[in-house]
């Protein structure tokens, strides 16, 4: 690889590169495809189970319990300079499913539809530096937005603009 392919990357691909696409989704409004971008960091949480302890006598021993207890919450960090229209469309998505000046609560789950309104799968695999997928990933189904942090402005850094947003969801599904 040369540096010209590097460069053509983008800012934003010079290190470990991981993309993200939330399914197409209504509430993104004039965004009806796939939304679809770069991260610069993500945690992808582990895989855990319960367990039970089964006492005999003076001894004891664990057992699985069979209940999925991994942690519901990743977290990605994105380019608000560079994907700034994700950042208004996930912006838009946190005050649909929590309006700050009306209070309103957004329903989860419809009682007639029985879809939620607030809730879409999201992908994640990581590329190389052509955008060819190296990792098949993860699938996070009936995902929502739980945190859209914010960012700070400063004229004397030439650090670009980094926006961390941490998502819940239902499942997590390896794709390999």
Not at 43 to 64: I, L, N, R, T
Not at 153 to 172: A, E, H, I, N, R
């Amino acid at each position: 690889m040369s540096i010209d392919s590097v460069y053509a990357t983008g800012d934003d691909a010079l290190a470990n590169m991981a993309e993200i696409e939330f399914s197409p989704f209504s509430l993104f409004g004039p965004l009806k495809d796939a939304l679809k971008f770069r991260t610069t960091q993500i945690d992808v949480p582990g895989f855990s189970m319960g367990s039970y302890e089964v006492h005999w006598k003076a001894q004891k021993f664990e057992k699985p319990s069979g209940k999925d207890e991994t942690e519901k919450t990743f977290t990605f960090t994105f380019r608000v300079d560079k994907y700034y229209t994700v950042y208004k469309a996930l912006s838009a998505w946190w005050q649909y499913i929590c309006n700050s000046d009306s209070g309103a609560l957004a329903e989860d789950v419809g009682a007639t539809t029985g879809t939620s309104n607030i809730r879409t799968d999201i992908m994640v695999h990581t590329i190389d530096t052509q955008g060819v997928t190296t990792n098949e990933g993860f699938k996070f189904e009936r995902a929502w937005l739980k945190s859209l942090a914010g960012f700070s402005y400063d004229v004397t850094s030439g650090d670009p603009l980094m926006c961390q947003v941490t998502m819940s969801f239902v499942k997590m599904l390896p794709q390999f």
